[in-house]
Every structure is written in C-alpha cells, then in structure tokens.
C-alpha cells in the first residue's frame, strides 16, 4: 500500500499569510495527488486535482505543485474562509485512493 | 450539475447491518463511479472503497473486505453501502462522492460529495 504524510499536522497563520502544506508519498505515484479542503461539519472539496490543476470554481490563491513523492499545496494571502484542514490524496493505486493524515489551519 | 444526496442518521448495535443510500440528480449517473468515504469522530479521512456505475465493478479497501458490499440501482441513480457485523469503531460520517476522470488527462478525483451520514454504533 502507499504511505502517506503530510507536514505540518497543524499550524496557525494570519489573514494574508502565505502558507505551504507538504505531502510526501511512500512511491512515486507521478502527478496523481489531489488535495481537498474541509471545514468542521462539512464534506470535503475538491481543491487541485493531478498535482496542479486547479477544480473548476476554486480561488487562484490555491495552487499545487510537485511530482514523484513530494508534493505542496500553496495558498497566497490567506483568507478568513482558508481556515480548515486540508488533506492529500492519491489516486495511483486504484486499489486504494489513500488519503493522507490532513493539515488543520488554525487562525494566528 | 450533478448533487449527491444521502440517506439519514443511523444507530445501531454492534453485530447490525446497516445500508447508506447516495441518490444523484442532475448527471448522467453511469458515466462516473462513486466512491464512499467514511470520517470517525475527530478523525481523518478514510477511503472505503468504490463502484463503477457502468458495469458495477467494485474495488473495496482491504480492511472492510467480507464486511463492505456497495452496489448502484441506475433505474433510480442510487449507490448503496451496506457494511456488517458493526462495531464501535464503525461510527463515523459516511460520505459518498462522484469519481471523475478530470482534465485531458484523465486524473481520477472525488469532485462531488454528498452531504454525510452518521452512523452510531452503540449498545
């Protein structure tokens, strides 16, 4: 099965911020990674899909990076409606679309 | 645009059954697999398993084979999953959503979810 982490667990920052989130894979999975954001009580939404390409509907300051086994989600100026946790995804394996643990982003 | 709407809260006891409905509305239903996630309290995100709404091909996480059976009725564009032999640590939020082949290249990715089913698995 592939292993997934991200990194930080959680961190806080302030309305504007710039914040990077990692996800790292046990095996090069290429470019299939998406990321979801989710606020309490909600289901999730679909941000970035195939690494970098942004779901249609989603703000610009959102953007995704990376390839192999090392991946980031970027968000430019941080927006009070960005406070959620965000989680990575593979879609390699389709046996197993694991998610990774999520990244909870907490106002500073 | 499609929407995914699910079935009610549930509770049960342990060693119950219990099916999660996942009705669609507004797409071709057979054009997309659904895919079911479940979130315990507190917890992440856990993928459970999917169904091919074509040909009803499934593919179910390793943890819940024996226990998972999802299965789509197209005369009405409901997904179902029924899990067994419930336990405690089955309570969670059951999430269906759309599995789409996004962009030229086809990235498979969940971009429509239903609203959530909580199951409670209590005595």
């Known amino acids: 099965d592939i292993q997934m982490t991200q990194s930080p667990s959680s961190l806080s920052a302030s309305v504007g911020d710039r914040v990077t989130i990692s996800c790292r894979t046990s095996?090069?999975?290429?470019?299939?990674l998406n990321w979801y954001q989710q606020k309490p009580g909600k289901a999730p939404k679909l941000l970035i899909y195939g690494a970098f390409n942004l779901q249609s509907g989603v703000p610009s300051r959102f953007s995704g990076s990376g390839s192999g086994t090392d991946f980031t989600l970027t968000i430019t100026s941080l927006q009070p409606e960005d406070f959620a946790t965000y989680y990575c995804?593979?879609?390699?394996?389709?046996?197993?679309?694991?998610f990774g643990p999520g990244t909870k982003v907490n106002i500073k | 645009q499609v929407q995914l709407v699910q079935s009610g809260a549930e509770v049960k006891k342990p060693g119950a059954s219990v099916k999660v409905s996942c009705k669609a509305s507004?797409?071709?239903?057979?054009?997309?697999?659904i895919t079911w996630v479940r979130q315990a309290p507190g917890q992440g995100l856990e993928w459970m398993g999917w169904i091919s709404a074509h040909n009803g091909n499934t593919n179910y996480a390793q943890k819940l084979q024996g226990r998972v059976t999802m299965t789509t009725d197209t005369s009405t564009s409901t997904a179902y999953m029924e899990l067994r032999s419930l336990r405690s640590d089955d309570t969670a939020v059951y999430y269906c959503a759309r599995k789409a082949s996004l962009g030229k290249f086809g990235q498979d990715a969940m971009d429509v979810w239903g609203q959530g089913t909580t199951v409670t698995v209590s005595s």
């Open positions: 095996q090069s999975i290429s470019t299939y």
């Open positions: 995804q593979q879609s390699y394996s389709t046996l197993l679309f694991t």
């Open positions: 507004g797409d071709t239903f057979m054009s997309y697999g």
